[in-house]
């Protein structure tokens, strides 16, 4: 299992969120796109016992740190993890859920949640994490994104500012995305930025709902 020490800091705030939109009494599904070590899903799922969590992710090294995670926290609504190019559109995954291939599961998620991915990944990650939760989403569905984000041009504080240079000088396709031009693309597929949470360590939460 490997350590996650952001996820272990922002897991609480990250939860308190998502209490305000998912709900616990009806069975529901969710989609994490790049879940990393998987200590987000195993963890989120204790608290949310009738949610089915899938988790996916694009290395697929990760996959047995996802599932070291769901043994630790003994949880049973999470997945296998499965593997997932997000920039890809639907069409080409290969991957599973319950059975059924990805692509034949339109409108078949209630929740999607990505946390700490579009700083870190091509943009075409961005673009394609927005047009793939516009096939996946129910109607009314909710997208949840997590990370560092520019404000209308404006990146703050200056903390955040020299992480986007960190990030820009390892790869000149990564770094801090702003939230005016997320929202330019997500309208496209039909998917509109409904709430912004500030939470710890200068990071915001979004909620996004597919119209």
């Given at each position: 299992?490997?350590?996650?020490?952001?996820?272990?800091?922002?897991?609480?705030?990250?939860?308190?969120?998502?209490?305000?939109?998912?709900?616990?009494?009806?069975?529901?599904?969710?989609?994490?796109?790049?879940?990393?070590?998987?200590l987000?899903?195993?963890?989120l799922?204790?608290?949310?016992?009738?949610?089915?969590?899938?988790p996916?992710e694009?290395?697929?090294?990760?996959?047995?740190?996802?599932v070291?995670?769901?043994?630790?926290?003994?949880?049973?609504?999470?997945?296998?993890?499965v593997?997932?190019?997000?920039?890809?559109d639907?069409?080409?995954?290969?991957?599973?859920?319950?059975?059924?291939?990805?692509?034949?599961?339109?409108?078949?998620?209630?929740?999607?949640?990505?946390?700490n991915?579009?700083?870190?990944?091509?943009?075409?990650?961005?673009?394609?994490?927005f047009?793939?939760?516009?096939?996946?989403?129910?109607?009314?569905?909710i997208?949840?994104?997590?990370?560092?984000?520019?404000?209308?041009?404006?990146?703050?504080?200056?903390?955040?500012?020299?992480?986007?240079?960190?990030?820009?000088?390892?790869?000149?396709?990564w770094g801090?995305?702003?939230?005016?031009e997320?929202?330019?693309?997500?309208?496209?597929?039909?998917?509109?930025?409904?709430?912004?949470?500030?939470?710890?360590?200068?990071n915001?939460?979004?909620?996004?709902?597919?119209?």
């Open positions: 299992m490997l350590r996650n020490p952001a996820g272990e800091r922002n897991k609480e705030a990250i939860l308190e969120v998502l209490k305000k939109y998912i709900i616990v009494n009806t069975n529901t599904t969710l989609l994490e796109i790049s879940s990393g070590t998987g987000h899903s195993s963890f799922a204790k608290y949310f016992p009738m949610t089915t969590f899938q996916s694009y290395e697929k090294e990760m996959f047995k740190s996802i070291e995670y769901k043994r630790h926290y003994g949880v049973e609504n999470v997945f296998e993890p593997y997932v190019d997000i920039s890809k639907l069409e080409n995954w290969d991957a599973k859920f319950n059975g059924d291939y990805l692509r034949d599961c339109r409108e078949s998620f209630d929740y999607m949640l990505n946390i991915m579009m700083h870190i990944s091509p943009f075409e990650c961005s673009i394609g994490l047009s793939n939760s516009s096939k996946l989403l129910k109607k009314d569905g997208l949840f994104t997590y990370g560092p984000y520019a404000v209308d041009g404006v990146l703050t504080p200056e903390s955040n500012i020299s992480f986007d240079q960190s990030l820009k000088s390892r790869n000149p396709s801090i995305r702003d939230i005016a997320l929202k330019k693309i997500a309208i496209k597929f039909s998917i509109m930025l409904i709430a912004s949470y500030d939470l710890p360590a200068n915001k939460l979004l909620v996004w709902k597919r119209n």
